[in-house]
């Protein structure tokens, strides 16, 4: 193991108070590095000058980082940097690293910036080790800093960094927020013997020790400021979002907000509740319609994209800023997905009145025992239902979330699903292989059962990495893929309905990402023709022809029974 820095190493707050406290902040790149250098079939690939396709991360505005910076500012002298490697991977013309630390190392090269200390984040598993390679790109190239990490997988997996051979790499890991951590830690004249004392910073000597970290919230959000959205390149953070509206705004220049924090509920799959607790904390709605006419005025916003865990926690609250968004004209997405037993018909006509056009639906599963008993989601099957009927009927686009594979759920459970999803008219459904997200109860309960056989610490929503004796990965694998298929093109409820061009707007979507999905041009093909565009008709028929030949296609053809010529 190599030896940790000293505290002598490290500029400390009183060697020159006068001077601001330098800190970088970083994010890893989002997604895993194989995800990156070779794209799974599902996923949407950009090819780059050097010849190769790339799978290219979400570029949403780092909103921890962005409070965090605003707080600090407000009440310490700070000089911060953001560097965002998910914005760099994107920009880039060509990739000739063979691993993520020598790319962060190069990068890191470049900047002008000589920090005290640098913060790494990271939120989701898929990020994990190039978390871990970053901090060791950090130790590299900054050797005097302070390396400290936070966000999800720090407060939810500090055990496993601290127990594996990168335990050298970071001299603390903040558990849950960082606004007062950080803050306090800046502040300290001796951050060795600060970090070493609180506990809201994790060290490797407490790791080894029988150590329960220690949350520490900010209550009144409206404490923090406005966050520090000038830290970012907001048009570059634009490029690649996780969310794209169906129903776009003349101005579409998106900004993330966060209105709230924590969640009661335990679904779990889930692990906000890790970082953010499960008590709620909200900003004022006097403050939100400060913040979002700033938002529109000084920034020109078009679009707010909220990233509240629990965003119908208060109904009220909803309908007062509902109709600020109305009255500010600002499109709004609700990337979490909200909970449907709020979604009653006069709310949904409120986030139509408020010029909502889309609406992610977090339905889960089809089956009632799965959502009771394996995910602890308070939602009936009905519910559902109803929602997706009433957003249709409102002209919401829906588009319902979907996980199997959870620990616990059987081959009659998926297939329970797969019935009972066909009787919620959705626009799109997202299916996904359920993910063991570290802090999550499902994490905790697969690892004590052996039921993790692929990837945990790096898993993401699209590769299955839980088997248990009901079923294999390779089993989720393929009915992740096959119940995709049945639901958006099969059996898509806009054809069903006789919604041809909204139902031709989704599969010329999917041909975007994947210009070689088969069963996308067989569909689109049936709406041209429903619609009498005879040329675009002939125009699919022959790219099915095409691809419909590829061994890929042809397996999903014959159980489906599309006919070989469209």
Not at 340 to 348: G, K, S, V, W
Request: proline share 4%; with cysteine; glycine share 6%.
């Amino acid at each position: 193991m190599k030896e940790l820095n000293t505290p002598a190493q490290f500029q400390q707050a009183g060697d020159n108070p006068q001077a601001p406290v330098r800190i970088m902040l970083i994010v890893p790149m989002h997604i895993t590095f194989e995800s990156f250098v070779n794209p799974p079939p599902n996923t949407r690939s950009y090819l780059k000058q050097d010849g190769h396709h790339y799978n290219l991360p979400p570029t949403d505005l780092p909103l921890g980082m962005l409070s965090i910076s605003g707080y600090l500012k407000k009440h310490v002298a700070v000089d911060i940097k953001l560097v965002d490697f998910n914005i760099r991977v994107a920009e880039i013309d060509r990739f000739d690293h063979d691993n993520f630390c020598d790319f962060a190392e190069e990068e890191l090269r470049k900047v002008d910036f000589q920090p005290d200390i640098v913060g790494i984040s990271s939120l989701f598993s898929p990020s994990f080790y190039n978390f871990i390679e970053t901090g060791k790109a950090v130790r590299k190239v900054f050797p005097r800093a302070l390396t400290i990490g936070g966000g999800n997988i720090p407060t939810s997996a500090w055990r496993d960094i601290y127990d594996s051979d990168n335990a050298w790499i970071f001299d603390a890991l903040c558990y849950g927020e960082g606004e007062l951590p950080m803050l306090e830690l800046v502040r300290a004249t001796d951050r060795q013997a600060y970090i070493a004392e609180s506990r809201s910073w994790i060290t490797q000597a407490k790791a080894e020790q029988f150590f329960t970290p220690e949350h520490n919230f900010i209550e009144d959000l409206d404490e923090i400021p406005f966050f520090d959205y000038d830290l970012c390149d907001v048009d570059k953070h634009n490029a690649n979002l996780v969310v794209t509206s169906f129903a776009t705004s003349k101005n579409n220049r998106s900004f993330h907000v966060m209105t709230s924090r924590g969640c009661p509920f335990k679904c779990t799959f889930c692990a906000s509740h890790a970082v953010h607790g499960r008590d709620m904390r909200y900003h004022s709605v006097g403050r939100m319609r400060e913040d979002f006419t700033r938002l529109k005025d000084n920034y020109g916003a078009g679009t707010l994209i909220f990233q509240d865990d629990h965003f119908m926690a208060d109904k009220e609250r909803v309908r007062q800023i509902l109709a600020i968004l109305g009255e500010l004209e600002l499109n709004s997405i609700y990337q979490s997905g909200l909970a449907l037993y709020a979604l009653d018909r006069p709310m949904l006509e409120d986030f139509y009145a408020a010029g909502v056009r889309q609406l992610v639906l977090a339905v889960e599963s089809g089956s009632q025992r799965v959502l009771k008993h394996l995910m602890k989601k308070p939602l009936k099957l009905e519910i559902s239902q109803r929602v997706a009927q009433d957003c249709r009927e409102l002209g919401i686009y829906t588009n319902t979330n979907i996980l199997i594979g959870i620990p616990g759920e059987t081959k009659e459970d998926i297939e329970e699903t797969r019935r009972n999803l066909r009787t919620i008219n959705s626009n799109w459904f997202h299916i996904n292989c359920t993910s063991p997200l570290v802090g999550s109860e499902i994490h905790t309960k697969s690892r004590q059962f052996g039921f993790i056989r692929g990837e945990t610490l790096g898993a993401d929503y699209k590769v299955a990495a839980i088997e248990t004796p009901d079923f294999s990965i390779d089993y989720i694998q393929e009915m992740q893929y096959v119940m995709n298929l049945e639901l958006n093109f099969v059996h898509n409820n806009d054809v069903r309905l006789g919604e041809y061009a909204l139902a031709l707007r989704g599969f010329e979507n999917v041909i975007k990402i994947k210009s070689d999905h088969a069963f996308a041009w067989y569909y689109a093909g049936v709406c041209h023709e429903k619609l009498g565009n005879r040329e675009k008709t002939n125009g699919s028929k022959r790219k099915y022809r095409e691809y419909s030949k590829m061994p890929f296609w042809q397996k999903y053809i014959k159980i489906f029974h599309l006919p070989a010529e469209l």
